[in-house]
């Protein structure tokens, strides 16, 4: 209360995986509908963007093309704010951008304030509020954090799913720009989301430990200085398994986001109507809500998450191989069972690309981590998406595009797999798994060595025992025979004295005159 909660890492604090840890779930799950879905739902307004400033459809399509480069190509700029100021005021602030950015927009004269407003300063916002909510996803969960991700991912579907229908609503009953700032009022519930990420705190035994310490360093040397925590810590590129990662995502965003900007105008290429065209997309979304879930369900079983990034590589490898199948169909059904499993195998990567960075780089140097890993995706994701549109414009033919993108996710995954078996072949277990992996253990000890231990235990108490009572009798007997010595009396009736012997023994110094008649000579 008062003041700017800075959460600096973990602090030592364990993760409760659960309790407050589901509301902040549940603003993440929010936050990842809006960040992922709003790029997509702006482009039902285009139509009347162009019709209103006489523009091209290239020209609006920017809009959505600097939404997402702000989401990803400010991934350091978030990283730096979160590690200075903690994520619930870096995510508030990124709320108020985001509304302001529409609220803007709805008052444009020219797409170039558009392009400044609804792109760059919304854009802004949605980042700001975006990576936080993954940090502090990360440090509320750690053996449920698999499905965590998993349900956090599925709000980009099912806010897809939202949002389109209700921009189409808002644009028939109020126009692009009531539409605009309807949709500026809904984006300030990103304050409400950020009002829920509240810091773990210490408890209270652990801070009194660290003040003792604190104390003791002070005065046992007051020139030792703490080192500053980074603000963005570069050394994450000396992890080999982060660099993998970070080539092999980088070449994935070459591709994944290719098939489901095209496959509506395949459709339609294929001499379907636009509501049947339009309804591949809503297939799509419907099975990426449930796969998303699912999937985060099966990364956190006990066999199958040290092995994460080999699931991740296989979910590339299955949305890769959709892709290059899907790029043979001729006709409609054809088409919907590629989004079908389009769908899933998206939910499945969509689920495991944060899971499988959080268990390479760990909670602490999280942060930085995903930071610098949207930077490289931001500069993938502006050559993708236009470099398959120019394929489409040389050949004319949705095949290759189909193609060349099923062909990149699957070489991302090749790479992933690949590098991770040649050069990290034992991978260091997470705190919570190394936790029951110590708890199996001395659990089978106990087992295994329960009886003979136990007889182990009573031989030697009862030697103990033993041991004890011999001591004891031994300290018992000495003050015994000490009193006895000094309770001995010298009665006069128990002393007898022959009279004859003293008598004899007087006389003996008188007869040898020489000798002294004083008692220490007659001892």
Known sequence: MGGVAVDA?????????????????????????FSYAFPKAVSVFYKELIREFGVGYSDTAWISSILLAMLYGTGPLCSVLVNRFGCRPVMMVGGL????????????????????????????????????????????????????????????????????????????????????????????????????????????????????????????????????????????????GFLIYTLAASIMVLGLFVPPVFVVSYAKELGNEDTKSALLLSILGFIDIFARPTCGVIAGLRWVRPRCVYLFSFALIFNGTTDLIGSQAKDYPSLVVFCIFFGLSYGMVGALQFEVLMAIVGTEKFSSAIGLVLLMEAIAVLVGPPGAGRLLDATKNYMYVFLLAGSEVVLSAVVLAACNFLFIREQSPTPADALEKITVADDAKTEA?????????????????????????????????????????????????DSQEVERFLKEPQENGNMATSPETCL
Request: charged share 25%; aromatic share 6%.
């Open 9 to 33: 890492g973990a602090g030592g604090v364990k993760a409760p995986d659960g309790g407050w840890g589901w509301a902040v779930l549940a603003g993440c799950f929010v936050i990842t509908g």
């Open 97 to 240: 951008f985001a509304s302001l950015g529409m609220v803007l927009a709805s008052f444009s004269t020219t797409i170039i304030h558009i392009y400044l407003s609804a792109g760059v300063i919304t854009g802004l916002g949605l980042a700001l509020n975006f990576q936080p909510s993954l940090i502090m996803l990360n440090r509320y969960f750690s053996e449920k954090r698999p499905l965590a991700n998993g349900l956090s991912a599925a709000g980009s579907p099912v806010a897809l799913c939202c949002l389109s229908p209700l921009g189409q609503v808002l644009q028939y009953q109020y126009g692009w720009r009531g539409g605009f700032l309807i949709l500026g009022g809904m984006l300030l519930n990103c304050c409400v989301c950020a009002a829920l990420m509240k810091p773990l705190v210490a408890p209270k035994t652990l801070k009194a430990t660290d003040l003792e310490q604190d104390s003791k360093e002070g005065t046992e040397g007051a020139e030792k200085k703490k080192p500053k925590s980074k603000l963005l810590d570069f050394s994450v590129f000396h992890d080999c």
């Open 449 to 497: 060595c329960g009886e003979p231990t136990e007889m182990k235990d009573e031989e030697e108490k009862g030697a103990r025992e033993e041991q004890e009572k011999e001591t004891i009798k031994e300290v018992i007997k000495e003050p015994k025979e000490a009193a006895d010595i000094e309770k001995v009396e010298v009665r006069p009736e128990s002393v007898t004295v």
